[in-house]
């Protein structure tokens, strides 16, 4: 009869510990559930607080169609360009007629009196330096206001697409620019396709493969 009790004891025992681990292990999945369903919840608060914000002024951004095939996310103030990544990746594969093309589509979104024809690359660069000094300007003008500099503090280096913190990309050149680790964005400055069109040929095509280099993990 002891023997039985005992034998009973150890069947409880080690049953109770069974379950004990059962409860510990079904915890855990419910912890990770949990963190998982906050971590969903919080992507989905962060990208509702910055989307379509510029993640240089925190001005809005609108979209703008570039060519027949892309277009590209230019902030209303300061006049810095987001693109998605796909986006911008088709247009570094795209021919280089294409690109050429592209590229005179956002210099024309900047200056749209230049539609009409095609100014030589020491004009671009001269205008963007004119006009970067005006949009200087009406930025400091702007973010003195008390709304503005709380918009440019909540919304700076944040994508604009999925809300998620942007890093500094180094290029050549000097070129920095901010990506995304997490949809792979890429924000312009405004004045980095100043730098890009004054580089010749081959520095360009340099830099074009570099990007896409990064792009391949």
Request: net charge neutral.
């Amino acid at each position: 009869m002891a023997k039985r009790i005992h034998t009973e004891d150890e069947w409880f025992a080690r049953h109770e510990r069974d379950l004990i681990e059962d409860l510990r292990r079904e915890r855990i999945r419910r912890d990770q559930r949990m963190a998982e369903a906050m971590q969903k919840q919080e992507a989905a608060q962060q990208k509702a607080l910055h989307w379509d914000h510029c993640p240089e002024c925190g001005s809005r951004m609108k979209q703008e169609q570039i060519d027949q095939k892309f277009h590209v996310h230019r902030c209303t103030v300061c006049a810095g360009l987001f693109f998605d990544r796909e986006k911008l990746e088709d247009l570094l594969l795209s021919s280089e007629e294409e690109r050429k093309n592209s590229l005179r589509g956002v210099i024309h979104l900047m200056f749209p009196r230049w539609k009409a024809h095609q100014p030589d690359s020491e004009k671009i660069i001269a205008e963007y330096h004119k006009d970067r000094e005006v949009r200087e300007k009406l930025l400091a003008e702007k973010l003195s206001e008390g709304e503005a500099k709380k918009a440019k503090e909540l919304h700076h280096m944040h994508c604009p697409n999925c809300g998620s913190k942007m890093k500094p990309l180094q290029l050549q050149h000097g070129l920095v620019l901010d990506e995304c680790p997490l949809c792979g964005g890429v924000f312009f400055n405004y004045g980095e396709f100043e730098v890009i069109q004054a580089l010749s040929d081959e520095e360009r095509k340099a830099i074009r493969m570099q990007f896409l280099k990064m792009g391949i993990s």
